[in-house]
């Protein structure tokens, strides 16, 4: 089992970035999957999921309206829409298989917004 | 979506037990028994110690526990010993379909 974050980086307030979270050693259409970041020093915040075929998603108060989680099964990859970016969302962001049994984690990737 | 709310920290001594809360709300811990409990070290990524209020993970240690009292979740170290020192985060599902985690206890073994 495998997840692999791609996206991250320096970014400037107000701008966009596209996560990508790659799966393998596993059946992505399986699993609701997640994102979850966590600012430097900080704890972990659940931030999104989305259901097995990408129908139901949900979102954390704090992000709702700016980001947008999505997938495609067929590309075993998840994704998260982040646009107008704060300096508050300066954290590492996960990709989660599962909240409970079937739980995995990636290795992060880091967002940092600044001027 | 407040986070639910833990010790910042808790300490003890190599083979005590140790108890960590997670004291949510009526939109959360008590209405579900979706309670899961992670562990995690320094630079690396939350591992999964409990799922399901009490249910273990093949591979995780008997020493780890855990159990739900309203609208209060724990979870219970035993035997510690010195590779348990770190970061443990409860996290539940709640009403609003979302989940939410706990600010974080920060475990030092003495």
């Known amino acids: 089992v495998q997840l692999v974050e791609t996206g991250g980086g320096l970014v400037q307030p107000g701008g966009s970035l596209r996560l990508s979270c790659v799966a393998s050693?596993?059946?992505?259409?399986?699993?609701?999957m997640h994102w979850v970041r966590q600012a430097p020093g900080q704890g972990l915040v659940w931030v999104s999921r989305i259901n097995e075929d990408g129908i139901v998603s949900n979102y954390a108060d704090s992000v709702k309206g700016r980001f947008t989680i999505s997938r495609d099964n067929a590309k075993n990859t998840v994704y998260l829409q982040i646009n107008s970016l704060r300096a508050g969302d300066t954290a590492m962001y996960y990709c989660?298989?599962?909240?409970?049994?079937?739980?995995?984690w990636g290795q992060g990737t880091l967002v940092t917004v600044s001027s | 979506q407040s986070a639910l709310t833990q010790p910042a920290s808790v300490s003890g001594s190599p083979g005590q037990s140790i108890t960590i809360s997670c004291t949510g709300t009526s939109s959360d811990i008590g209405t579900y028994n979706f309670v899961s409990w992670f562990q995690q070290h320094p630079g690396k990524a939350p591992k999964l110690l409990v799922y399901?209020?009490?249910y273990r993970p093949s591979g995780v240690s008997n020493r780890f526990s855990g159990s739900k009292s309203g609208n209060m979740a724990s979870l219970t170290i035993s035997g510690l010993q010195a590779e348990d020192e770190a970061d443990y985060y409860c996290n539940s599902f709640t009403t609003a379909n979302t989940h939410v985690f706990g600010g974080g206890t920060r475990l030092t073994v003495l």
């Open positions: 050693g596993f059946t992505l259409s399986d699993y609701w």
């Open positions: 989660v298989r599962d909240l409970r049994d079937y739980n995995y």
């Open positions: 399901d209020v009490n």
